[in-house]
């Protein structure tokens, strides 16, 4: 992913005050149909990256990479990427991890990889845009570390109780909850559920992708 957002073909961000005929509201104070507002679109991805922790140490390690370019230089974010012509977000997801961080699906280091059930919503003012971003989960080995293209300037490993130190949006911290509450547990009934894809040794779930 390039940038945090694209802004081909956006409308203006803002209005003059008075430069429209207002539609009148219907008696219920809700209109049928929207006249005006942001933009929503959902053509970006996260996949947020685990790894246990190793030995007998209780716990888990997220992935957090640097970004180079503005407009999010200089912080701290998961692997993103804007879905292209004819991918689902899947396909999205998959091709970010190879680009970004040279993790491949046919890689025995990527064990699991989930869709979070929650998405990531969030504003972005400069283009009038509300984005729906879906969010995915990969767990890899304890002894893998990513190679980064030129997106990225430098990553780390955060244990979970330091994630929030980092990670700066709301969204990436629900992210990470949930995935300390659904995934980390060896215990969750919710790993089956949201597993898509199956690492060597590990079955596809029913309806999922194989590596």
């Given at each position: 992913m390039q940038s945090s957002f694209r802004a081909e073909n956006s409308e203006p961000a803002s209005r003059v005050a008075g430069s429209e005929t207002r539609v009148p509201l219907p008696d219920n104070?809700?209109?049928m149909s929207p006249t005006a507002g942001a933009v929503v679109r959902s053509d970006i991805v996260d996949v947020y990256i685990f790894r246990r922790r190793r030995g007998n140490t209780p716990g888990i390690e997220?992935?957090?990479?640097l970004r180079t370019a503005e407009p999010m230089g200089g912080t701290w974010h998961p692997v993103m990427g804007h879905i292209e012509a004819?991918?689902?977000?899947?396909?999205?997801?998959?091709?970010?991890?190879?680009?970004?961080?040279?993790?491949?699906?046919?890689?025995?280091s990527l064990l699991r990889m989930f869709a979070l059930e929650q998405v990531h919503p969030y504003f972005i003012p400069q283009i009038n845009t509300i984005v729906l971003s879906p969010r995915f989960a990969a767990e890899v080995t304890p002894d893998w570390n990513p190679t980064l293209n030129d997106e990225h300037s430098a990553f780390q490993w955060t244990v979970e109780s330091e994630v929030y130190r980092h990670f700066m949006w709301p969204g990436q911290m629900a992210a990470c909850k949930e995935i300390i509450d659904l995934l980390a547990l060896p215990s969750s009934q919710s790993q089956a559920r949201l597993s898509l894809i199956a690492g060597k040794g590990l079955p596809a779930p029913p309806g999922g992708l194989t590596a």
């Open positions: 104070g809700y209109r997220f992935l957090q990479l004819g991918e689902t977000a899947i396909d999205c997801a998959v091709r970010e991890l190879q680009e970004e961080v040279g993790l491949v699906r046919s890689d025995p």
